[in-house]
């Protein structure tokens, strides 16, 4: 695996574009689903420094608090709630500009104002785990995120099956 991470100056699809290949490198080889998503989350926070960058597993009916980076969060999402339980019953990433204005939006923090949501699925198309990126800046997320984070997202699902 690569232990650098190079950060570039640029735009956001510049940093995204930099970004990937970099996050392609951090797990080529490593087969530890916790290791991977640790550094997948670190990488997209100290590239864009985003409030909170992270992860929550599905599993025992509920969506799991996994690795992430940013301040201390809620453990457990029931699928019915918030913006993450709503990627999952979806399966479709979700950008919520304000977060205030999302009927049932968990606020793990005050500070957050907007986010962002992806799921992961795995072969057989079921949501494994869900990507939640929130910002303290309202409307932070375009379609430039949800397509960097997608392509994060498909190296996830690509080597999802052999990490344990
Ligand atoms: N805001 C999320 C909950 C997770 S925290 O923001 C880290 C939601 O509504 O699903």
């Given at each position: 695996m690569a232990e650098d991470l190079q950060i570039i100056e640029g735009n956001r699809a510049d940093k995204?574009?930099?970004?990937?290949?970099?996050?392609?490198?951090?797990?080529?080889?490593?087969?530890?689903?916790?290791a991977n998503l640790?550094?997948?989350?670190a990488a997209i926070h100290a590239y864009f420094?985003?409030?909170?960058?992270?992860?929550?597993?599905?599993?025992?009916?509920?969506?799991v608090l996994g690795p992430f980076q940013g301040p201390v969060?809620?453990?457990?999402?029931?699928?019915?709630?918030?913006?993450?339980g709503h990627a999952?019953?979806?399966?479709e990433s979700i950008i919520v500009p304000n977060v205030d204005e999302f009927p049932g939006h968990i606020a793990?923090?005050?500070?957050?104002?907007?986010?962002?949501v992806l799921p992961v699925m795995d072969s057989a198309g079921e949501v494994v785990m869900v990507l939640d990126v929130d910002?303290?800046?309202?409307?932070?997320?375009?379609?430039?995120?949800r397509e960097g984070l997608q392509a994060i997202i498909d190296l996830i699902e690509k080597n999802y099956s052999s990490w344990y």
């Open positions: 995204y574009q930099a970004l990937i290949p970099q996050v392609e490198a951090l797990i080529q080889g490593e087969t530890d689903l916790y640790a550094n997948i989350a420094g985003f409030f909170w960058v992270g992860f929550y597993l599905n599993k025992q009916d509920q969506l969060a809620c453990t457990r999402i029931p699928y019915h709630k918030g913006v993450c999952y019953r979806t399966q793990c923090a005050s500070a957050s104002k907007s986010e962002i910002s303290d800046q309202l409307d932070d997320f375009s379609e430039t995120d």
